[in-house]
């Protein structure tokens, strides 16, 4: 009697059979491992609309940092390369190579105020999704209707250019605020009014 009595007590307080164990344990990696896939994605999904609101203000402090050295906004200071030359302007404020004389500082002292950029390439690349064009013009904003200085990225993935969007302007519109974008699809066209000029 005692016997049968310890082996159904035993096996009372025993719980769980090695199956039954094994079950739970796999059934709780599997969630876990859900969820930190999940979470996982949403973080890098995150990370570059974040790099691509930071390059952007970068490019802002950048055209301010130029003015107020020089007295000219970018695409002022190319001469006959200068305005209407997208590319040129957005290189002026990498290289020396295409501002006029009085603007690039003695040589090897021109400062450089997107080091990130490479200003060697014709247009200027930037590195969201498979890259694209940057170019720098000035542009009448179509909701305002005053004039900035317009950066233009070609080719932004769509899902940065939206998380971009609603850090910069509080909420995904591709027609007004201050980021605002061409839908292609997967990608977007980005267009940055930056620097307010009239």
């Keep these: ?55 952007l203000r970068q490019f802002e402090t950048a055209v ?20 209407g030359n997208g590319s040129a302007n957005f290189r002026a404020l990498i290289t020396s ?10 040589p090897g002292e021109f400062e450089n105020y997107l080091p990130s950029y490479d200003g060697t390439q014709d247009p200027v690349q930037h590195f969201f999704g498979g890259g694209g064009d940057v170019t720098l013009d000035e542009e009448v904003e179509p909701v305002t209707g005053q004039t900035y200085l317009t950066f233009t990225l070609i080719g932004v993935p769509k899902q940065e250019y939206e998380e971009a969007d609603k850090k910069i302007d509080g909420e995904v519109d591709y027609a007004k605020g201050r980021v605002q974008g061409t839908d292609n699809g997967t990608t977007v066209d980005v267009k940055y009014y930056s620097n307010l000029i009239n």
């Design 97 to 106: 190579t295409v501002v006029d004389a009085q603007y690039s500082d003695e």
């Design 64 to 83: 301010g940092q130029f003015f107020a050295k020089h007295a000219v906004w970018p695409h002022q200071a190319g001469g006959a390369t200068g305005v």
């Design 1 to 55: 009697m005692v016997n049968k009595s310890f082996g159904k007590t035993f096996k009372g307080v025993a719980g769980y059979t090695i199956d039954q164990t094994i079950l739970i344990v796999a059934v709780i990696a599997i969630l876990i491992t859900m969820i930190i896939a999940s979470v996982g994605w949403d973080l890098l999904s995150r990370a570059g609309g974040t790099k691509l609101a930071s390059h």
